[in-house]
C-alpha cells in the first residue's frame, strides 16, 4: 500500500457499516460508542445483524428504532427467514416502515445455535427471494441481500450460488453484499462472473478487522471463507499485543479498499465488529473525513 497514492486519491469513497446488537447493558454502551465515533463519516447507511434464529431479534429493532430517532444516520434492519412464520414477517415488516425505516437486508439466516441443516418454518418463507417478494408486497423498501465469492457452506456449487443471488434481484434485491472475504482476484472474479450472469446490481465488498486473527479463522470456516497464510503470518507472536495488532488490521482494511478499487469497486461494507477506531482509522487513511458538527 502506498500512502502517497492514497494520499493523492479524491475519489469519493461510499461506505456502509455494520454493527451487531448488544447482548449486555455494557455491550450496549460500546455500541452506542462504536455508532457516534462512525456516525461523523456519513456513511451511505448502516446495518444491524439478527442472531442466528432470530435470538437477538428485539435488540436489532431497538437498535435500528433508535438510530432513527436519534442519530443522522440511515439504518438498514437485518431480517431472515429462520423461525418466522409470514404473519410474525410481516408484522415486524410494517413495524419497521411505521418506524421510518426503509431499508432491509434480507437473508435465509441460520438455525438457533448455528446447529444442523436449515429447515424453513412450516408457516415461514422458503428461500431469501420469497421472502423479498413478501416483504415488497407491504412497502417499497430498499432491499440488501448477501453474496458468497468462496460459495456458501450449503451450496453445491458456485454455478447455485450464482443462480440464487439471480433469484434475489428478480425478486427485488437491490444490493448485494459479500461475505467477507481477504483475496482482491477473488472477489474480482466472482464480481466479474456474476455480471456476465445477467446481474446488475452493485455488488459491495464485505471486509472485515483482523485483530483477532483466531476468531476470523473460526468465522470464516463456518462461512467458507479462506484466511491466506500471509494474513496470518502478520499476526505471528502479538498474541499478547493488542495494540500492534489494531494498528496492523487497521492498515490491513485500508489496503484491501486500495487494491478493490482499482479491480473496478467503488462500495464497502465494513463489518465493525463493533470496533469503531479500527474502521474508522482505515476510513481516514483512504482520505474519508469526519463531517464537522456531527457529534463524535
Not at 413495524?95 to 408457516?123: C, F, N, Q, T
Not at 472477489?187 to 476468531?215: C, E, M, Q, W
Not at 484466511?227 to 502478520?234: A, G, I, K, T
Request: hydrophobic share 40%; with cysteine; glycine share 8%.
Amino acid at each position: 500500500m502506498s500512502l502517497r497514492r492514497l494520499a493523492r486519491d479524491t475519489r469519493p469513497l461510499k461506505v456502509s457499516f455494520e454493527f451487531s446488537p448488544p447482548k449486555t447493558a455494557e455491550a450496549e454502551e460500546n455500541l452506542w460508542r462504536c455508532i457516534r465515533r462512525l456516525e461523523p463519516l456519513q456513511p451511505d447507511f448502516v446495518s444491524v445483524t439478527y442472531g442466528a434464529g432470530g435470538s437477538t431479534r428485539d435488540r436489532t429493532h431497538a437498535t435500528v428504532k433508535r438510530m432513527v430517532e436519534e442519530t443522522s444516520l440511515s439504518p438498514a434492519a437485518h431480517l431472515t427467514c429462520v423461525a418466522h412464520t409470514k404473519s410474525e414477517i410481516e408484522q415486524i415488516v410494517r413495524g419497521y416502515w411505521d418506524s421510518g425505516i426503509r431499508h432491509i437486508v434480507a437473508l435465509r439466516g441460520d438455525m438457533p445455535g448455528m446447529a444442523g441443516k436449515y429447515e424453513p418454518h412450516p408457516d415461514g418463507y422458503a428461500a431469501t427471494p420469497d421472502l423479498i417478494e413478501g416483504i415488497r408486497k407491504i412497502a417499497p423498501f430498499e432491499i440488501s441481500v448477501s453474496a458468497y465469492p468462496e460459495r456458501h457452506p450449503d451450496s453445491a456449487s458456485e454455478a447455485q450460488d450464482i443462480e440464487l443471488l439471480k433469484a434475489k434481484v428478480g425478486a427485488g434485491a437491490t444490493r448485494a453484499l459479500t461475505q467477507f472475504g481477504f483475496e482482491t482476484e477473488s472477489l474480482a472474479r466472482f464480481r466479474d462472473r456474476v455480471v456476465r450472469a445477467g446481474v446488475t446490481v452493485p455488488i459491495v465488498p464485505g471486509i472485515i478487522p483482523t485483530t483477532n486473527i483466531k476468531g476470523i479463522a473460526r468465522m470464516a470456516a463456518q462461512a467458507g471463507a479462506a484466511v491466506p497464510d500471509w494474513l496470518s503470518r502478520l499476526y505471528d507472536g502479538l498474541d499478547q499485543d493488542a495494540d500492534t495488532r489494531k494498528l496492523i488490521a487497521a492498515t490491513i482494511l485500508a489496503e484491501q479498499v486500495e487494491e478493490l478499487r482499482a479491480e473496478g469497486f467503488d462500495q464497502f461494507h465494513f463489518y465493525t465488529l463493533n470496533q469503531a477506531d479500527l474502521t474508522f482509522a482505515a476510513c481516514c487513511l483512504l482520505g474519508m473525513r469526519p463531517v464537522q458538527g456531527i457529534a463524535s
